[in-house]
């Protein structure tokens, strides 16, 4: 299992043909407190670079754009009991959905653990 | 909660700033400064004004002086309050108005004795500062206190706090101010604020103003706040916020401000725009701001159009999650025909239909410290 990261603050974890995608620490950092989470629908067909989730916090609604495309698996239902899951634990049980990779080329692109946190220490 | 500035705008440093970074704050520009967005997170800091006392810096808010003779009737010619009547150490919350009636700003007023004293919003100082020099006649002075700092220290424990500095605080009541001294330093407190909580505003030195810090978050119940869980708490109070629930563009009937409108006042006219704001007040507005609460855990956000059925009648100007609500509420302006409390509407965001009801505000009940009736 490998994990990649983007530029605007996503992660998605490989496995095979599914990829599972969150926010970073970093991200949910900077958002602050997370009162709520929008979802894709199971079944829905995205590709990269979409809006495909949308974060909201006490200050503000952040998209959340899917680093690959694919089609949705399973969203995070934990998160509408407790979306602060995504503040506690965004690089595990914090994770958003569950992507089928239909171009896993599209991985080359992102940014390995520490190219992304060279990234984030530039910011 | 950004305010637009023009990019060439420089971004100014309080004289808290090194204060604020070394207590942990995340800075943003705001209103043309650099200032604390939040310290521990906003939900934590909302909650703690809540229960305990929250200080705040308000030191990018204008504080203005102006005296001379006939100050009170110069000031009512501006503002539709009757500070005529006002006594020594009593203040009112009030607004500067264009010649149309819309709202340049709303502001306080507090009879300091010599002066009144007035407490402007941040990010229209400047602007006020023009109007106020343009439109109060020459034998008027006003004096742009830019030398002082402003704390705001609010909270059910607010009282216990302060009163262990300047015992004196315990006399005031809500909407009430006095100069006072802590050891050396020369203070003035009005016991207000803007989160719908006991509290006090506490004009100080700027070259003070760490060292009364310093001494407020030294006590149990005292965590410095920022402007996050401020505009949350000022939401929840349904308090409204200028540049964003009230505009030039809106007027003090529309912004259901009237309570700020005197009884004098009502009768005599004599304020820009009386004939037609006293007209609006009769009749009633076309349209009002009013309160809502949202079904579901999803914000309406600034901006988000309001519908009744396939209508819409009218816009969110801000909301956001309530801690203490434990929900998403909004405020905005809906046709007058959909303003009572009870109505059922819709608010649009990202495309989905959310369920909202107009509900009275505020949203969690005022607990100011007014002096029981003898």
Sequence with gaps: MTTYFTKDHEWISVDGPMGTVGITDYAQEQLGDITFVELPGEGDSVSKGDSVSVVDSVKAASDVYTPVSGEVREANGALADEPELVNTKPESDGWLFKVLLSDASELEGLMDEPAYKAYVDSL | ?374
């Design chain 2, 1 to 374: 909660m950004s305010d637009t500035e023009a990019e060439i705008e420089t971004i100014e440093n309080l004289p808290l700033d090194e204060w604020h970074r070394a207590h942990g704050a995340r800075m943003v520009p705001f209103a043309g400064y650099s200032m604390p967005i939040q310290y521990e997170g906003i939900l934590a800091e909302h909650t703690w004004t809540r229960e305990n006392a929250g200080l705040f810096d308000v030191s990018h808010m204008g504080q203005l002086s102006v005296s001379g003779e006939g100050v009170a009737e110069a000031l009512e010619a501006l503002m539709p309050g009757d500070f005529s009547a006002l006594k020594t150490g009593r203040m009112r919350y009030s607004m500067l108005l264009d010649e149309d009636g819309g709202i340049l700003d709303d502001l306080m007023v507090t009879n300091a004795g010599d002066h009144y004293a007035l407490v402007v919003n941040g990010a229209v100082k400047w602007d006020d500062i023009g109007h106020l020099r343009e439109h109060l006649p020459d034998e008027i002075t006003l004096t742009h206190h830019d030398e002082q700092a402003l704390l705001a220290l609010q909270g059910p424990k607010a009282a216990d706090a302060l009163g262990r500095l300047v015992p004196l605080t315990n006399d005031l009541s809500f909407m009430q101010g006095t100069f006072a001294m802590w050891g050396d330093v020369p203070l003035y407190i009005t016991r207000s604020g803007y989160t719908g909580e006991d509290g006090f505003e506490i004009s100080v030195p700027a070259d003070k103003v760490a060292m009364l810090a310093d001494a407020l978050v030294a006590m149990d119940e005292v965590k410095p706040i920022g402007l996050g869980a401020r505009d949350s708490l000022r939401l929840e109070a349904g308090l409204p916020l200028y540049g964003h629930d009230i505009t030039e563009q809106t007027d003090p009937v529309s912004a259901d401000l009237t309570f700020a409108i005197s009884k004098k006042r009502r009768e005599q006219g004599g304020f820009p725009a009386a004939g037609k704001i006293l007209e609006t007040l009769a009749k009633g507005p076309s349209s009002k701001r009013v309160g809502m609460t949202i079904e579901g855990r999803m914000a309406a956000r600034e901006g988000a159009p309001i519908f009744a059925g396939d209508a819409r009648i009218g816009t969110v100007t801000s909301g956001g999650f309530a801690p203490t609500v434990g929900g998403p509420i909004a405020m905005g302006y809906v046709e007058a025909g959909h303003a009572l409390s009870g109505t059922k509407l819709q608010i649009e965001v990202r495309g989905k239909m959310l369920d909202a009801t107009v509900t009275d505000m505020p949203f969690v009940p005022h607990r100011y410290h007014r002096k029981k009736k003898a």
